[in-house]
C-alpha cells in the first residue's frame, strides 16, 4: 500500500506539490498523467525516497518513508524497481551484464543471478539477446532490457517515470503492455506519461495532476486533461 | 548454521566486487595514477627526509645536552654534605661529583706556581643530566637551594641549539602541511573526475538499493591505496638517504639512530592513508550524495 497524506512539496521557491492525498493498493496498475512541470516527477521521487516531502506523510507499506535513515533507505529500495526514461543501460555491457549488475553488487551468488538474470529477460522478451550491447539494441529493446533490471530483483513496486519517453509509438505499447504483464504477476506499477492514445486505451487507474495538485482521479480512466 | 555460512559467502562476494571496482576505477584513471604515485612520493620522501633529520638532530641534541656540565659553586659557609645531598634529591641527574676546594688548590697548586696564599676556591659540584630538557628546570632549581653561591653552564649553546630544533621544525612541519595539502588537492580532483565519469553506475546502484558503503569504498580505497603505494615507495627512498647519510657521518664519528628510520617508516605509511584517503573522503563527501 502507497499512501500520501497530505503531501506537500516544495523546492526552493517552487511548490511541486500542493496538499496531495491518494492511496495505491498492492498490485494496482496506476497511470500518472498532466502537463509538463505538474508534479508527477516528484510524486515517484518522494515514493522512493529521492525526496522527502516538506509537509505530509509519504507511506509506503505503513511506514513513513521520510523517517528512514541513510542506511534504511536502500532497503526500501530493494523491495521496488525503477524504469528510467533514457534507460541508464551500462554501454559496452551486454544486457546480461546489465540486469546482474545490481545483483553482483548485492553479493547474489553466481548461479542465482544467472537463473533471475536470464528469468528476467525472458518474461521481457529478450532471451536471445542476452549477449547483445546497448549499442546493438533498438531504443524498445534497450527499455526492456532496463525493465528486466528493475524487475530481476522480485521488486513489489515498479516505478517508471515516462518510460516510453524515448520511444516510438510501436515499441511505447509493446512497453507498456509489458508493464501491465508484470502488473498482472501481483506486481504493483506506477508508471507516469505523456502517451493520451495509451493511456486512453489501457483503461487503468488514471490520477491527473496539474500545478502540484489533483485534478482527477479515476479507475478505469481515460486522459480527459487538455495540456 | 547454514544461514550464517550463507551471509558470510554473500559478505565475502560484495568484499570481492568492492575490491573489483577498485580496480576498474584504477583502470580508468589510467596515467593519471602514475601521476599521482610519482608527485605524491616525491612529497613524502621530503617529508621523511626532513623527519628523519628532525628526529636525528633531537636525538644528538640530547646526546650533547648529557654531555653538557653544570658548575655548582657552593657558599663558604654552608655544609656541603648537606648541599650535595640535597642536590642529588633533584630528578634526571646522570652523574655527579663532588670536588672538595682542597682537592681542586692542590690540583691547581700543582699545575700553575702559585704564590702561598690562603685558597680562594669554593667547594664545586660538577654534574650531568640525562638530557638537555632537563638543564634549565634543574638550573632554576638550583639557584633557589640556599647553600649554592652561583653556577655556570654552556647557556649561549644549550639557546641556540633548541632554537635551530624548533627552527627546523617548524619550518619542516610547515612545508610539509602545505605538500600535504597539495597531495589532498590532487586526490581530490582525480576521485571527483572519477565519480563523474561512474555517474551512470552509482544512480543505477542508488537507485536499485545498493547500500551506502557499497558505493563509496571504492573511491575510499582507491585514496588510500595511491598513499600506501607512495609511502612505501617514500620509505625506500628514505631508507637511501639515511644509508647515505650514515657513510657521512661515519667520518664525524656520528651515526644515525636505528629507530629513528623505523618510527619514519610507520609515520609516512600513516600519512599516506591520512592524505590519499582523505583526499579521497572529501570528494566522495562533497561530490558523492548516497
Ligand atoms: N530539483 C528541483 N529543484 C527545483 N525545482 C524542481 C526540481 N525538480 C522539480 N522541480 C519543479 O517542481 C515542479 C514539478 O516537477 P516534476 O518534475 O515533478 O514535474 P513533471 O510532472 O514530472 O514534469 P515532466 O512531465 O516535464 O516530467 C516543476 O515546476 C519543476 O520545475
Ligand atoms: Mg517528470
Redesign the pocket.
Known sequence: MIQFVDTSMR??N?V?LHNVDFEIEMGEFVFFV??????????MKLIYREEKATSGKVLVGRIDVAKLSGHEVPKLRRRMGIVFQDFKLLPGQSAFDNVAYVLRALGVSPTEIRKRVLGALKVVGLIEKVDATPEELSGGEQQRVGIARAIVNGPAIVIA??PTGNLDPDSSLEIMNLLQQINRRGTTVLV?T?NHQIVNQMRKRVIA?KS?EIVSDIPDGAYFINE | MSDLVGSLTTELRITGRIFRETGMGLKRTGLMNIIIVVIMASILSIFGALLAVIIEMGVLVQNLGSEVEISVYIKDEANTQQVRDEIMKLPHIKKLTLISKEKAWAEMQKEYPLPDVENPLPDTIHMQMTSEKHILTTVEKLKSLPGVETLQYPKEVLDKISKITQGASIVGMSVSFILAMLTMFIINNTIHLLIQNKRREIEILRMMGVGNWYIRLPFLLQGALYGVVSALVACGAVYFAVEFLNQVFITFQLQTNESTSNIVYIILVLMGLLVGGGGAAIAVRKYLQV
Open positions: 523546492y526552493d517552487c511541486a498532466g502537463p509538463s512541470g505538474a508534479g508527477k516527477s516528484t510524486i517515470d515516462e507516469s505523456h495532476l502540484g
